[in-house]
């Protein structure tokens, strides 16, 4: 037996590690050579098992506590603890001591070693350090940082994440976290294409709206990217998400402005093309008011006469139920129709100021009968938009929704440019009333002419230049996109200053200070800059003054041929030509657009207009065109029928 205990510590002491045995209950038997040399204790002065010589005070509780519980249950031994060197160093070893049993199974002895472990200590420290160094740099990262399973379940989030949503860590981690985090209608799109990129396994990049700790949502771009293994199997994916909100509201914004832009044009068309064509005054009135009406999407409007010797202002008519109804439909019977401005508000404010006011809630407003017999109607908000005929206040036109709105800056412009027109169908309805004569009718249409040369086909210019401000914006062209708003809004601004001049019946603007020449040039350039048209402008012969009216008509019928040619015949090439002949003068106009069948009628109030510009001037109008052959417009006017 001692023979074997002598070969048995042999074996010991020869072991490349740290080696030791004990008895049964624990108690020492043997160290081997290595465990005196790293300690550099003797066999005399390390008997049994000193651990509380040489194990680093912090650890000695939990190795003694390991050790004796397996003591107990005679189950193997793994522990780490920091083992003092002959030097006075502490490393770290893993201990592992395992059970030597007889026949019966009962424990005879342990054997253990103590393997360094210090480097791979150090390694583990070092990663802990990069995880929470990177932890930290994701959590300052001003994005959502999001890591999934390969299936796509959520593992963990940044702090970025948890800011935003106001949830904590183990809120995100429960199963109905994203189905409430996203917007409805986003989520069932997010999941199907989620589905389809993970049986892919390529990255992604998705648009949604996430839920703020406010209730707002914002628009976020999520971009996920795969981390795959050696064999290329996707083990987990990392998504960043990046806030686009102000993004998506300009390109939003902008295509609103180019849609409203566009329904604008179509809408003023409308009605110009009603001024100028309705030959029934009570129909023109009621076409204005449905227009206004159903372009502002209005349960109903209302017309407001103001009666200035009285100080009072009074019920005209409304449009209720598709049709317009007057004062003295049985409907207002008993009703006081008239209303003292200084009594009710807001009308103060409106006539003395000339500006749109809005009545966001009329139940809080001063009780009066027309109010009262709103109510139940639904009516809740009321925009009211002045009527002017030359700087004069006449009225007011108030539009009647069921729910509070609000208002944009174009809406209340176009409100405002609608307003005048109907204010001017009234104007000439009234005009109509009291004379039938030509004369009358001659100026109602010039004020259409007129209004059509300067608001519609302005307009149409500032939609070439949205048109052009989103291609560029969309093209990452900032610099290019601005400069086409900026030049989008001063065609609005002059076509706006030459349509209140119109109605003033002044000369236009482009007039005043240059001539014909200098005018037609001047139009060209800025209508067509930044844009895909060519043209080009040509003077022949020496200049010569011509009448007023007569450089407005050449003025106009250039600027509606260019319109025509930029925004319908789709044209690349645009040529003008101004020539001062002996006796007359010329105007040639050509695209090379989509051109027409000038045989067919055409709806539109753009070529009648020209038609009696040049019959107004003593002159002869020849149209050359052919389908995808471009168009040739030419007016003589012979210069002995100047004035």
């Known amino acids: 037996m001692e023979e074997q205990s002598r070969r048995s510590k042999e074996m010991i002491d020869e072991i490349p590690a740290l080696a030791w045995s004990c008895l049964p209950d624990g108690s020492g038997e043997f160290l081997n050579r290595r465990w005196l040399d790293y300690t550099g204790l003797s066999r005399e002065a390390a008997p049994g098992l000193p651990w509380n010589d040489v194990v680093h005070p912090d650890d000695l509780e939990d190795l003694n506590e390991t050790w004796r519980r397996h003591l107990a249950s005679g189950e193997p031994v793994e522990v780490e603890a920091r083992l003092r060197r002959f030097d006075g160093e502490y490393r770290w070893f893993l201990f592992r001591a395992v059970a030597l049993r007889d026949e019966q199974n009962n424990v005879i002895k342990w054997y253990g070693t103590s393997t360094d472990i210090e480097d791979r200590k150090r390694m583990e420290a070092r990663l802990r350090r990069e995880k929470v160094e990177l932890r930290q740099i994701i959590d300052t990262i001003p994005q959502y940082i999001i890591v999934l399973e390969p299936d796509g379940t959520l593992k963990q989030v940044n702090q970025q994440v948890l800011d935003y949503t106001g949830l904590t860590s183990d809120d995100v981690q429960a199963p109905e976290f994203r189905t409430r985090m996203l917007h409805p209608e986003d989520w069932e799109r997010l999941a199907a294409e989620r589905r389809h990129a993970l049986a892919q396994g390529g990255p992604f990049e998705l648009e949604l709206r996430s839920l703020r700790k406010d209730g707002q949502y914002r628009w976020f771009l999520m971009k996920y990217n795969p981390q795959r293994d050696e064999q290329g199997r996707v083990v987990q994916w990392y998504a960043t998400g990046t806030d686009i909100t102000e993004r998506k509201e300009a390109a939003e914004a902008l295509l609103a402005s180019e849609n409203f832009a566009r329904g604008q044009v179509e809408v003023l068309k409308s009605t110009l093309d009603a001024l100028a064509m309705e030959s029934a005054p009570d129909r023109l009135v009621g076409h204005m008011l449905r227009t206004i009406t159903v372009q502002f999407g209005a349960h109903s409007s209302s017309v407001w006469r103001r009666h200035e010797p009285s100080g009072m202002i009074g019920f005209e008519f409304a449009f209720e139920d598709g049709r317009v109804v007057t004062k003295t439909d049985p409907r207002f019977a008993g009703m006081d129709l008239w209303l003292p401005m200084e009594d009710f508000w807001p009308w103060p404010e409106v006539f003395r100021t000339g500006k749109l006011s809005v009545i966001e809630d009329i139940r809080a407003v001063p009780p009066f009968a027309l109010r009262d017999r709103l109510l139940p109607l639904g009516i809740v908000t009321v925009l009211l938009v002045p009527m002017l005929i030359a700087g004069r206040l006449e009225g007011a036109i108030g539009l009647r929704f069921t729910q509070k709105r609000l208002f944009r800056t174009e809406e209340i412009e176009l409100a405002q440019a609608l307003a005048n027109q109907a204010t001017l169908a009234m104007h000439l309805t009234r005009l109509s009333a009291e004379s039938r004569e030509a004369a009358v009718i001659a100026e109602r249409n010039r004020l259409a002419r007129d209004i059509h040369d300067t608001l519609a086909q302005g307009f149409t210019g500032v939609i070439v230049q949205l048109e052009a401000a989103a291609d560029a914006r969309s093209k990452g062209l900032a610099n290019e996109a601005d400069e086409h708003l900026s030049r989008a809004a001063d065609l609005a601004r002059g076509s706006l200053k030459e349509a209140r001049r119109s109605v ?140």
């Open 504 to 643: 003033q019946a002044l000369r236009p603007s482009a007039l005043e200070d240059k001539g014909l020449r200098e005018a037609l040039d001047d139009l060209i350039r800025r209508t067509t800059e930044g844009t895909t048209l060519r043209a080009t402008f040509s003077l022949q012969g020496d200049a010569r003054p011509l009448p007023a009216d007569w450089e407005e008509n050449f003025l106009h019928i250039g600027q509606e041929v260019l319109t025509n040619a930029l925004r319908h015949a789709r044209a690349t090439e645009f040529h003008s030509e101004l020539v001062f002949g002996p006796n007359e003068v010329h105007l040639e106009l050509r695209d090379n657009g989509r051109g027409f069948d000038p045989g067919i009628k055409h709806d539109g109030f753009g070529l009648i207009g020209i038609e009696e510009r040049v019959e107004g001037m003593g002159g002869r109008l020849t149209i050359q065109s052919s389908i995808d052959k471009g168009t040739a417009v030419l007016i003589i006017v012979p210069l002995a029928k100047s004035r």
